[in-house]
């Protein structure tokens, strides 16, 4: 246990992590690895109201995930263009955030949702007179 910024801070094994509060997060935000993607959504289901995770794409394909999937299909927010992890150069991956919530109403349908270029959102923006240079990215 550390404290950081005045707050108590454990650094564990996430997976073993049991949340003593009482009461959900709002909100829980990850980048898991990807062998470990599902066993850390379902983790944090249990701890979280709402979860958004950056996935490979592919994540939605699989056979293995296929059923749990079909009773938790997340919203899917594709990213475009890939984002660059490593210097400035991407991967032939494609990415989304996908968002669970752990209370979904009956018939709820999940989307899937083809984010706007960062070229698309500056030229939007100077469309409304807005000085993108003077814009924080």
């Given at each position: 246990r550390?404290?950081?910024?005045?707050?108590?801070?454990?650094?564990?094994d996430f997976l073993s992590f049991k949340n003593s509060s009482g009461s959900n997060f709002t909100l829980a935000i990850g980048?898991?690895?990807?062998?470990?993607a599902e066993q850390v959504i379902?983790?944090?289901?249990?701890m979280?109201?709402?979860?958004?995770?950056?996935l490979r794409l592919n994540?939605?394909?699989?056979?293995?995930?296929?059923t749990w999937l079909r009773e938790n299909t997340p919203n899917v927010y594709v990213l475009s263009p890939r984002p660059s992890f490593v210097n400035v150069t991407t991967d032939a991956?494609?990415?989304?955030?996908?968002?669970?919530?752990?209370?979904?109403?009956?018939?709820?349908?999940?989307?899937?949702v083809v984010l706007p270029t960062r070229k698309e959102v500056e030229e939007y923006?100077?469309?409304?007179?807005?000085?993108v240079k003077e814009v924080a990215v």
């Open positions: 550390k404290s950081l910024m005045g707050e108590e801070t454990h650094i564990e980048n898991p690895p990807f062998n470990l379902k983790h944090t289901l249990t979280s109201n709402e979860v958004f995770m950056l994540f939605l394909g699989s056979l293995k995930r296929n991956t494609e990415y989304a955030w996908m968002h669970w919530r752990r209370e979904c109403r009956v018939g709820e349908r999940s989307k899937v923006m100077v469309s409304r007179g807005v000085n």
